[in-house]
């Protein structure tokens, strides 16, 4: 009797898995895969050594090898439960030819991909699409042109704009487009991944290195076309013209089951997809879990969704009926289904920002003003939240620490009579003015428990170019699904930064990548009958 492999059952505890199929799988290293231009491209095979041709083919397509944790999380699972699967490096990473230019080629490569496969004697005649991340991108980049044989897509954690949302101008995402820079530039080393666990320090001395264009060469030792790029031209820049796979979404056909999470820094863009699929008349599913990029709970829905959603459509099946979105309430800690995304029978209830740190339903009746000095020398720093880069703690923390610097802002409603539960957008307006005419505004929303902990729920940052005229800034938060237990209070921060989730604002009008020089800012909040600052929360409206 043959022993199981160790990768095997260690990824059946890891995940939770019941027992696979078979356990004795083939792989066949360094398929030559030709493209239109003549690069070639490497995948590998992975199938069940009896009875492997003519199963339903898992396709995944990424830059970050095709060994270690990709094959033993990705690929493994679905081999030993019914798929045979193509994982391929692509242009320019693994071995393939070509240079990897993020998001450029993975249109045309990823359907001559798919016109290869279909070519093959063990293709099984249907394809399903797979892979959280950039492997869910490029899903994206061939889903509205797919041929017939492709029966389902599986994204998870990933969107249409792929990591165009870290460069908003007026709120740049540092830590996860140049966390994801480094990433890239090590995958061709030795040990890449461990290099860049242990590479945690000198990440952080790049990310406060001035100016910012000199940073990839503290963090990898030489200069990265992708980082500096990523300095240097924001989301509406010219230079990303073609680079999203978004004008495509309403004539995508495959059936989709969407895997998101409420802490995962694609979570904006990724609900933003399903409601253009719904909106065109698509019937896809959508779940979110409280999970940030990483979480083990993304991988093992995400196998789920490709063992039901996934095989039922490959075998020209329907899958188990369910609701089309299903999303987790913190809070509650419980799942909830729901018919849409937003979801009816929820509106936005304002909550005022008022003097003494109070937050109330009922609006102001006497103007106040709050004050906090910011200084990029001491960046506010990040506390959980909205985080991508693996080794920095992510979701639901304890907010107690950072609610004591002198740079945080706090306002707490009294101890809430009944359970209040929010699910949908949730957006804040701050009337705010700073002593220089660049600076930030970050705003936080936590739940206060009874005994005093306070646990982050959603956030958002925008960035002022007048901020030295008092003005309304206009924060958008991350979605969210929270239930406020009855005694607990709401509370919402006002800082100037989450470093180094997002860059530091310097106070000097440079661009971002060059800018030399810091200064410190002294900001105020203002709240009152003329300037009413509040937050705004989708309260459900039918209890």
């Known amino acids: 009797m043959r022993t199981p492999p160790l990768a095997s059952l260690l990824v059946q505890r890891m995940m939770k898995l019941p027992p696979p199929i078979t356990r004795d799988l083939i792989i066949e290293r360094d398929l030559r895969v030709p493209m239109r231009d003549g690069t070639v491209l490497l995948a590998d095979r992975w199938a069940p050594r009896a009875g492997g041709q003519g199963l339903p083919v898992a396709l995944l397509r990424g830059p970050y090898g095709r060994g270690g944790p990709v094959a033993m999380q990705l690929v493994r699972p679905l081999a030993e439960r019914g798929f045979q699967v193509l994982l391929q490096s692509t242009r320019g990473s693994g071995g393939s030819g070509g240079e990897f230019v993020p998001l450029r080629n993975e249109r045309l490569d990823g359907l001559d991909t798919v016109e290869w496969m279909c070519k093959q004697p063990w293709f099984g005649e249907s394809i399903v699409l797979y892979g959280p991340s950039y492997l869910g991108f490029t899903q994206w980049a061939i889903a509205d042109q797919a041929p017939a044989q492709v029966k389902a897509m599986i994204p998870a954690v990933t969107e249409t704009t792929l990591g165009l949302g870290f460069l908003r101008e ?250 209040l539960e929010i699910i949908g957008e949730v957006a804040a307006q701050i009337w705010f003015r700073s002593s220089l005419p660049h600076a930030d505004v970050f705003v936080r929303v936590c739940d206060v428990d009874p005994q005093d902990r306070s646990t982050n729920i959603t956030d958002g940052l925008t960035g002022l170019t007048t901020a030295d005229e008092l003005s309304r800034a206009e924060v958008t938060l991350t979605p969210t699904a929270y239930l406020f237990r009855r005694g607990h209070r709401i509370r919402v921060q006002v800082s100037s930064g989450a470093f180094p989730q997002y860059n530091r604002n310097p106070g000097t009008g440079e661009p971002r990548h060059a800018a030399t020089r810091i200064r410190v800012a002294d900001q105020q909040v203002h709240h009152g009958p003329e300037h009413p600052s509040a937050i705004l929360v989708p309260a459900r409206t039918d209890r």
């Open 170 to 419: 007026e709120a740049f995402s540092l830590e996860s487009a140049f966390g994801w820079g480094v990433l890239v530039g090590m995958q061709e080393r030795s040990w890449a991944t461990a290099r860049f666990l242990l590479g945690a320090r000198r990440r952080r001395r790049a990310e406060l290195t001035l100016p910012l264009s000199s940073a990839d060469q503290v963090a990898l030792g030489e200069r990265s076309q992708i980082i500096q790029d990523f300095l240097a031209h924001d989301s509406q820049s010219p230079h990303w013209s073609g680079a999203d796979a978004s004008e495509g979404v309403e004539d995508v056909e495959i059936p989709a089951s969407l895997v998101a999470g409420w802490f995962d820094v694609f979570l904006a863009g990724q609900l933003r997809d399903y409601a253009r699929l719904h909106a065109a008349g698509r019937r896809p599913r959508l779940t979110v879990g409280a999970w940030s990029h990483s979480s083990p709970g993304v991988m093992s829905t995400m196998l789920d969704e490709a063992l039901g959603f996934g095989l039922a459509h490959a075998h020209g099946t329907a899958p188990a009926d369910r609701t089309p979105v299903r999303v987790f309430v913190m809070g509650a800690e419980q799942w909830k289904d729901l018919s849409s995304w937003p979801p009816p029978g929820y509106a936005a209830r304002r909550l005022h920002l008022r003097s003494g740190g109070r937050l109330t339903v009922e609006p102001p009746t006497t103007a106040g003003t709050d004050g906090y000095r910011y200084d990029p020398a001491d960046p506010t720093p990040a506390v959980g939240g909205t985080r991508m880069v693996p080794g920095r703690k992510a979701g639901r923390v304890d907010n107690t620490r950072l609610e004591a610097r002198p740079d945080v802002l706090t306002y707490t409603s009294d101890p809430l009579s009944e359970d």
